[in-house]
DNA sequence: CAGCATCCGCCGTGATACTG
DNA sequence: CAGTATCACGGCGGATGCTG
């Protein structure tokens, strides 16, 4: 049941919204463009959920995938712009994460401008 | 298994990935602050998921709460200022599915050039 | 109106093993 | 290396019904 598919915010966060979705698009754009190399970066996830997580990105259009019909075969993954452009909500969610949940967590009284001056 | 509570994204994700969480926010933020204001507002929801939602952004400290001993039960819930820091990432977000994937509120700006890249 | 209790089903995710 | 197949678990969220 999608929440609500006319709302711009649900239909992100419906892509974004995979355990590791965020850190594979990061990844991504730090790059790491090999399947085991994303396996390797992202500690902990198997290899079924980062296939899942790829394929549902291609289709997506988020990443694009590249194969080296090799001998030792090889694919390269790689951020397209639809891809790149989520990179800003990242580092916001990168921001929020250090200012809020950083040092002083929940529950206190909170300043205005936490980290930023 | 929480995958690195030392990344600021996933502890931001971690937050913010409940299906309703952002839009719970956003509403709070748009001046929704009663339980049944909510419960209409956010089309779909179970009391349930709204309550647990509220409670769980209440002990993040994203959301307060004040109650109204009258005759009618009367609660309010605000944004702290925590709360309203997570509100550009979910305007990055809206920008980004308004951007990219399609999903336009005619009433709403579009600050970016859609396919620059 | 506000909110909790219970039950249940779905989906994402994890673990492991196997293939091209 | 780059996946896929299978099995199973857990948590989130949905539906209902009840209380203060």
């Known amino acids: 049941m999608p929440v609500d598919e006319s709302c711009p915010v649900c239909r ?4 974004v919204c995979g355990k590791w979705t ?37 289709e997506e259009g988020i990443v694009e995938r590249a194969t080296f019909p090799e001998v030792p075969p090889r694919v390269e993954y790689v951020l397209t712009p639809k891809g790149e452009a989520l990179l800003p909500i990242i580092e916001g969610m990168r921001t929020y994460g250090q200012e809020w949940l950083g040092a002083s967590c929940a529950s206190e009284p909170a300043p205005r401008e936490p980290v930023a001056a």
Chains 1, 2 share one sequence.
């Open 22 to 58: 965020l850190l594979l698009v990061r990844e991504l754009a730090e790059g790491c463009s090999r399947f085991c190399e994303l396996e390797r970066s992202l500690t902990g996830i198997s290899p079924r959920t980062l296939s899942l997580r790829l394929r549902a990105l291609e």
């Open 12 to 15: 992100t966060a419906d892509i």
